[in-house]
């Protein structure tokens, strides 16, 4: 079955803390990027990445990064994660081409206290 | 401005109904446009491609007029299943792929 899968899918931790939340896909796609999805604001582009080692940073970059390191894999990296990144998150791919809809992931919803 | 911009509703509707989203964009560049579906803070999924000429799924009817910037969904026969928030999707940036998104507008199927 084609999908995005990431991990975790909760995830209630402290300011400072480092953590990854995965993201994996098994359709081979080219372009994968990251959201976040905020009350009255929508979902915006936190990075994406054109395939693998080419990564880029969306609207709203400060304070995550990101690796490509394989095709299939695009992990999410706060460092030092703070109350204002307490959001939900989507993982989203596709083909490369531009007219081709995004699938997305089934989101992570982090706390960050 | 927003870049997308969607009435947020709520559209309360009756089983049955036809009910009509419009979405405006504000990106005269713009090249792809979508609509997805969201259920209570799931992940977005794609309900349909929106193409030039006008398309049609079932019961769903989107349409894009590029001179006046703007898509519309239609939904006919509503169905309680059918209750969810409607996302209007626009490819702004070719080269980024990013997908620039409406608010949402809620949609409520009433028996």
């Known amino acids: 079955e084609a999908q995005v899968t990431q991990n975790p899918r909760y995830l209630i931790t402290v300011t400072g803390k480092k953590l990854t939340v995965t993201c994996s896909q098994n359709m081979n796609h080219e372009y994968m990027s990251w959201y976040r999805q905020d009350p009255g604001l929508g979902l915006r582009q936190i990075y994406y990445s054109m395939n693998v080692e080419v990564t880029d940073k969306g609207d709203v970059p400060e304070g995550y990064k990101v690796s490509r390191k394989e095709k299939r894999n695009f992990p999410l990296i706060l460092e030092s994660p703070s109350p204002n990144q307490t959001s939900l998150y989507f993982c989203?791919?596709?083909?490369?081409?531009?007219?081709?809809?995004?699938?997305f992931g089934d989101g992570t919803r982090l706390s960050i206290l | 401005r927003k870049e997308v911009e969607q009435d947020p509703g709520p559209f309360n509707v009756p089983e049955g109904a036809t009910v009509a989203f419009n979405c405006t964009y504000s990106n005269s560049a713009s090249q792809s446009f979508f609509w997805y579906r969201q259920d209570c803070r799931k992940e977005p999924k794609l309900l349909m491609s929106v193409y030039s000429s006008g398309n049609e799924d079932g019961r769903f009817t989107a349409q894009l007029n590029r001179a006046s910037q703007y898509i519309s969904l239609l939904i006919r026969d509503s169905k309680l299943s059918d209750s969810a928030t409607y996302l209007c999707?626009?490819?702004?940036?070719?080269?980024?792929?990013?997908?620039?998104f409406g608010s949402g507008t809620r949609l409520q199927v009433q028996p």
């Open positions: 999707v626009v490819v702004t940036d070719t080269g980024r792929r990013a997908l620039t």
């Open positions: 989203a791919s596709s083909p490369w081409y531009s007219n081709q809809p995004q699938h």
